[in-house]
């Protein structure tokens, strides 16, 4: 897979060189290029942005300058990604659509952000173009949204984790739920004893306790997601847990949170 970055600070895209991404990319499995969107500019200052039209604070990155960045990168089926708070929010599943797509780019806008046209503009070439948000915050730049994004879809891609059981199991993974809490040694740590369960060697009773805790757990602190998960999913074991803690179900509404 490719992954092409622009940005005007080519230096903030550094970490991609570390760990599992960097590994991924030494391995071959994933090629990252990192643009400096500076590069297309033609005047002397390499000037990116421009006055807001209409007035108002802030400068905009300007199309023209984006235009020619993009068009050498984009190509047939290539996905075009707008960091922006104003976008859809970027989940598991949006890693999961990029991971599957050859070819992403991702356009960090700076200051008051992209002049709208250029979303517009690739739409119209029927380019996939997806604006996306990493949360209801606002960040300076799309720098650290391109971060995560290679991060979150080059740890889906065959070969870069170890061992791909571990995604499965993962948080917002296939069961829709978080993960169960997780111990290591030892045994014991400051008086706090780890679950006896996890130290039983009954293969079937750590699975159980480790489902009945991410149910419990997604209850208490996404029931959102809770929600979302098919009563199909949910069986009697499932559905006990729940009840001790309130919830409820419903062949209409599936899993109902109490109160
Ligand atoms: C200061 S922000 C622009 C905010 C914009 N004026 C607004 O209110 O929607 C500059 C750039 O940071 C990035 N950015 C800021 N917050 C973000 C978020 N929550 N998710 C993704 N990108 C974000 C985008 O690339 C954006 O163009």
Redesign the pocket.
């Known amino acids: 897979m490719r992954i092409d970055v622009v940005s005007i600070f080519p230096e903030y895209l550094a970490p991609l060189d570390l760990s599992l991404v960097g590994k991924a990319r030494r391995a071959g499995l994933l090629d990252v290029r990192v643009h400096d969107l500076r590069d297309w500019t033609t005047d002397r200052h390499r000037t990116v942005d421009d006055a807001p039209l209409g007035g108002g604070a802030?400068m905009v990155?300007r199309p023209d300058v984006w235009g020619e960045a993009l068009d050498g990168l984009v190509e047939q089926g290539t996905e075009l990604v707008?960091?922006?708070?104003?976008?859809e929010r970027?989940t598991q599943r949006t890693a999961e659509r990029m991971a599957a797509t050859g070819h992403v780019v991702v356009?960090?806008?700076?200051?008051?952000?992209?002049d709208a046209r250029v979303a517009d503009h690739y739409r119209e070439r029927g380019v996939r173009v997806t604006e996306?948000?990493?949360?209801?915050?606002?960040?300076?730049?799309?720098?650290?949204?391109a971060l995560v994004l290679v991060e979150a879809v080059a740890r889906l891609l065959p070969g870069v984790v170890g061992n791909p059981q571990s995604l499965v199991e993962e948080s917002h993974g296939a069961a829709g739920l978080l993960e169960y809490p997780v111990f290591t040694r030892p045994p014991v740590w400051r008086d706090l004893p780890a679950p006896p369960v996890l130290l039983s060697g009954h293969h079937a009773k750590v699975e159980r306790w480790r489902r009945d805790q991410s149910l419990r757990r997604t209850a208490l602190r996404r029931p959102d997601l809770l929600q979302q998960v098919p009563l199909h999913e949910l069986d009697r074991d499932d559905r006990h847990v729940l009840e001790d803690l309130g919830w409820t179900f419903d062949e209409r509404d599936g899993a109902v949170p109490p109160g």
Do not use: H, K, Q, W
Not at 107 to 114: D, F, L, M, S, T
């Open positions: 802030g990155m707008l960091p922006t708070p104003s976008g970027f356009a960090c806008g700076r200051y008051e952000g992209i996306v948000s990493l949360g209801d915050y606002v960040l300076n730049g799309g720098e650290v949204a």
